[in-house]
């Protein structure tokens, strides 16, 4: 007695088979023939081709999110240090020191130019205005004060049309104007180099906060602060220093 095997399991084994190809990908016509030529023969039937329809691919739309523009200005981009200009507090305090006004015009504070250019003219103008009338009264004190009659440069500052003057008088006369224009002079003098230290400190300082942070952080809001129930209100100011 022959046992024959059970077709059935072949059946379902092999349409499993095709299952699984048929879901990981569409079968090519090779592989669907040979499928084929073995059920056939398992059961005994004559060669069928089985043609499974492969559904076809669904292609999902999405929709498109609109795009956010950025505008260039709202953007901060920060610069290499290599870029940021940042004087140096040493160069600053020797270009000041050549002249007054180079020290700010290398911290590029182009402003505080006029500031300087006016203060070294105006004691300049002082310097030579005091000098030049305390030379002259100088001379005309010490003409009038020996005995030689062919000395007469005093007579150069008395008021035009002047004929008659008294001598003891116009020589305290001399030697007061004579002191008060030196001591103008040296008044000037002392502003000069005032001015020169100045410029030096100015230029330095300026140099070596150049780049401190100067925000709004820095200020003072005066708020009202309540004195309990039923109290006045006070005003409170408050200064903070944010680093």
Do not use: H
């Amino acid at each position: 007695m022959i046992l024959r095997r059970p077709v059935y399991s072949y059946r379902f084994i092999c349409g499993l088979i095709i299952s699984l190809l048929t879901l990981t990908g569409p079968l090519t016509p090779s592989v669907r023939a040979e499928v084929t030529d073995s059920l056939s023969l398992i059961e005994g039937q004559p060669q069928q081709v089985i043609q499974t329809e492969v559904p076809p691919r669904q292609v999902v739309q999405t929709e498109e999110l609109p795009q956010q523009v950025i505008q260039a200005d709202s953007v901060f981009t920060a610069l290499p240090d290599s870029m940021v200009y940042k004087p140096n507090p040493t160069k600053a305090i020797w270009y000041s020191a050549l002249f007054p006004g180079l020290g700010q015009l290398y911290n590029k504070r182009y402003w505080k130019l006029p500031v300087v250019a006016a203060g070294v003219v105006g004691i300049s103008y002082a310097i030579g205005w005091n000098s030049k009338y305390y030379v002259a009264y100088t001379n005309a004190y010490r003409d009038i004060s020996d005995t030689n009659p062919q000395t007469t440069s005093y007579l150069d500052l008395l008021p035009p049309g002047t004929t008659t003057f008294n001598t003891g008088q116009l020589t305290t006369i001399l030697k007061n104007r004579q002191q008060k224009y030196r001591r103008s002079r040296d008044l000037s003098y002392i502003g000069a180099v005032g001015l020169y230290i100045i410029c030096i400190l100015d230029a330095y300082v300026d140099a070596e906060l150049y780049d401190f942070d100067i925000s709004p952080d820095l200020s003072l809001s005066p708020l009202p602060t309540p004195q309990g129930y039923g109290g006045a209100r006070a005003v409170e100011l408050s200064l903070s220093f944010r680093f």
